[in-house]
């Protein structure tokens, strides 16, 4: 594999000193921009997007090109394990991810297998093999999943909800079944993201996106006990160097605490919570990634630059920080605006790096 060129990403997850800030984006290979539709329109659907190698490099690598980026995020889907588990994911016009087959009882959860990483999401890592081939170390790639929770709450409602009525019913009224569901898929995630680093991801991210629709007790039980689980069955090191874990539960930052002792590398913020405020409770513990609202980059270059100089100063001097925003890019964003966000933070945060 090349050397890498820009580790800036890697050593700011790891606390270690760089010269500016590292920013990338969540969802930044997207809808957003026309080079992304392009390409998507000739797989014909998203998932088949997902499923072709040399398309998904395509389109992970796109916002390289248009943006001075510190890491790639592999293209993928946060659902391709239950996929792999039988489910039959495929998504509706509008309405989003959906499955032919749902998990309500306990018959259900015991039928499901544990997807063998290797053969069942092969089409993931040929993805990672040949997004690390192209990249040629210009900057890291980063693997990612779903939390246990999160997948789990698509696996029983059947898609999106606003109410999680029937994965909180199953979490309340037979919690041995849920406890069962999340286990099998704690063990899917950890192989998961190993054969993801294996095959080339230098550091990787728990997307735990409806971790903050539960109570603090709930949470602790039924989503950071299983993020823990994966955190301590993931390869640390690859290749000789260390590879960091970011964790992001989504409305998580009263928990970020309980979320520095699981031993991941890094918490990802939402634009709810104050990155300062998250510094002073978490200390030199855990990087923190985040955390501008997205709608900020519906805003002229100007007020962006402000919103940038406003989070650099509220996290203060040193490393530690990875820029990023609070949650994935909207796809109604103008395709000028990024390039803002992107430039403000290198040339604004250098100041907070000089020894």
């Given at each position: 594999?090349?050397?890498?060129?820009?580790?800036?990403?890697?050593?700011?997850?790891?606390?270690?000193?760089?010269?500016?800030?590292?920013?990338?984006?969540?969802?930044?290979?997207?809808?957003?921009?026309?080079?992304?539709?392009?390409?998507?329109?000739?797989?014909?659907?998203?998932?088949?997007?997902?499923?072709?190698?040399?398309?998904?490099?395509?389109?992970?690598?796109?916002?390289?090109?248009?943006?001075?980026?510190?890491?790639?995020?592999?293209?993928?889907?946060?659902?391709?394990?239950?996929?792999?588990?039988g489910l039959g994911l495929y998504f509706e016009v509008g309405e989003g991810p959906r499955f032919k087959k749902i998990i309500r009882t306990e018959k259900d959860v015991a039928d499901l297998p544990v997807p063998d990483a290797v053969t069942d999401l092969d089409y993931v890592m040929n993805a990672v093999k040949e997004i690390r081939r192209e990249l040629n170390g210009r900057v890291p790639l980063i693997g990612f999943s779903g939390s246990p929770w999160t997948l789990a709450t698509y696996m029983v409602e059947g898609g999106s909800s606003k109410d999680f009525?029937?994965?909180?019913?199953?979490?309340?009224?037979?919690?041995?079944?849920?406890?069962?569901?999340?286990?099998?898929?704690?063990?899917?995630?950890?192989?998961?993201?190993?054969?993801?680093?294996?095959?080339?991801?230098?550091a990787v991210q728990i997307f735990d996106t409806w971790g903050g629709a539960l109570s603090g007790p709930c949470y602790q039980e039924f989503s950071l006990k299983y993020m823990k689980q994966i955190v301590d069955g993931l390869i640390r090191e690859h290749d000789g160097r260390k590879v960091p874990v970011i964790l992001f539960t989504k409305n998580g930052g009263q928990w970020l605490e309980m979320m520095a002792d699981t031993?991941?590398?890094?918490?990802?913020?939402?634009?709810?919570?104050?990155?300062?405020?998250?510094?002073?409770?978490?200390?030199?513990?855990?990087?923190?990634?985040?955390?501008?609202?997205?709608?900020?980059?519906?805003?002229?270059?100007?007020?962006?630059?402000?919103?940038?100089?406003?989070?650099?100063?509220?996290?203060?001097?040193?490393?530690?920080?990875?820029?990023?925003?609070?949650h994935g890019i909207h796809q109604f964003v103008d395709p000028k605006q990024p390039k803002a966000f992107v430039d403000a933070v290198h040339e604004l945060s250098a100041k907070y790096h000089q020894q």
């Open positions: 594999m090349a050397e890498l060129k820009n580790d800036r990403f890697l050593r700011a997850l790891l606390n270690e000193p760089v010269d500016a800030t590292p920013v990338w984006m969540m969802r930044q290979a997207g809808r957003y921009l026309p080079e992304y539709r392009e390409t998507r329109a000739k797989a014909g659907d998203f998932l088949s997007l997902c499923k072709n190698k040399e398309l998904a490099c395509e389109v992970t690598i796109q916002p390289l090109e248009r943006y001075d980026l510190d890491a790639a995020i592999l293209f993928s889907d946060i659902l391709t394990i239950p996929d792999a588990m009525r029937h994965v909180k019913q199953m979490m309340y009224a037979t919690p041995e079944v849920m406890h069962g569901l999340l286990d099998k898929l704690a063990q899917s995630v950890t192989t998961y993201l190993n054969e993801q680093i294996r095959s080339g991801a230098q031993g991941a590398d890094a918490l990802g913020l939402d634009w709810t919570t104050d990155i300062g405020n998250a510094r002073a409770r978490v200390g030199d513990k855990v990087a923190l990634q985040g955390n501008m609202d997205p709608s900020v980059l519906y805003a002229p270059a100007s007020r962006i630059e402000q919103e940038v100089e406003f989070i650099l100063g509220q996290y203060g001097n040193g490393s530690g920080h990875v820029f990023n925003l609070g």
